[in-house]
């Protein structure tokens, strides 16, 4: 019997915010590498992640929400977004379950066009919608670009989700692994640790705070079977500060206690974790302040 070719290569997650692109990546990959939330542009950088599997080595690039900026963050994002189009081996387009095309998925459209690469549309959140809105959702997309596949997926209850990954192997092209089989993503542990602190944070202010808070991590060591970190959770104005810390520190408590088992099942430790919080004004249109907190424009080149 002959023996199947080892596939390779690289996907991009591409979609306006909140379609479910990091809900999917995590559930592709069997575990949360990637931040979630009810709030749109949650995903700020490229997070590259490792699917390995007897066919091959798929490895995912789970991109910012292409949205309309309004600060140099913004504009990070959407490029860190589009910059992958021409240098994945397939691009997966999430959208949600409709047949209205808005002006957000016609820019995307438009920006596709420009590129060779096999396009799969994958229609998300079919578990919110009836069968014949996802028909009619896929005959309405089908018209306006030559997609090599449309699946319909459900990233939050794992439907369908094993048929996407047999579907976008067909078009990987053969190859050998890019990372060793045990590697799920080339994230630094402070990256990943900074990010489920955002989450948590995130999640828990609601709609109290607006979207302009980073956090940065200042140390994070291993003593013994214990791991340190101090973290600063950045907003942009002394009002969002004790709405962050909450009344009599509770607040703050919360998203730590939260953020700290994560952290310990990701670090498989114990974890001490001290949150504070500071004030830099407008850091979001700060080229310097944006450096510090991971969002270098320069690092968009190159996979």
């Not at 948590?200 to 956090?215: D, Q, S, T």
């Not at 080229?287 to 907190?293: A, E, G, M, S, T």
Request: a neutral charge; proline letters at 3%.
């Amino acid at each position: 019997m002959e023996e199947k070719a080892y596939k390779s290569g690289f996907v991009t997650l591409v979609g306006r915010p909140n379609v479910g692109k990091s809900t999917l990546m995590n559930h592709l990959i069997g575990q949360k590498i990637a931040i979630t939330s009810s709030k749109p542009q949650t995903t700020r950088n490229r997070i590259r992640t490792v699917l390995t599997t007897e066919a091959g080595q798929i490895v995912f690039l789970d991109t910012p929400g292409i949205h309309k900026a309004k600060n140099k963050l913004g504009d990070y994002m959407v490029n860190a977004a589009v910059h992958t189009f021409a240098e994945a081996d397939v691009i997966l387009w999430l959208v949600e379950p409709t047949d209205y095309i808005g002006a957000g998925e016609r820019h995307i459209i438009e920006e596709l066009k420009k590129v060779k690469t096999p396009v799969i549309l994958v229609i998300n959140k079919i578990d919110t919608v009836k069968k014949e809105e996802i028909l009619s959702s896929i005959d309405t997309y089908r018209k306006e670009l030559a997609f090599a596949e449309i699946v319909p997926v459900s990233a939050l209850k794992d439907d369908n989700t094993k048929e996407l990954i047999d579907c976008i192997f067909q078009y990987m092209p053969e190859g050998y692994a890019f990372f060793d089989e045990d590697t799920v993503t080339d994230q630094p542990m402070r990256q990943i640790a900074a990010e489920l602190i955002r989450e948590k944070a995130l999640r828990l202010l609601e709609e109290e705070v607006p979207h302009g808070i980073a956090v940065n991590i200042e140390r994070m060591e291993e003593s013994g079977r214990i791991c340190q970190i101090e973290a600063a959770i950045v907003c942009e104005r002394e009002s969002h500060k004790g709405i962050i810390i909450g009344k009599g520190g509770q607040m703050l408590k919360k998203i730590g206690t939260a953020a700290r088992r994560e952290i310990e099942e990701m670090v498989e430790m114990q974890v001490n974790l001290k949150l504070f919080v500071k004030v830099r004004k407008d850091w979001r249109d700060s080229d310097r302040f944006l450096r510090n907190y991971g969002y270098n424009p320069r690092d968009i080149s190159g996979i």
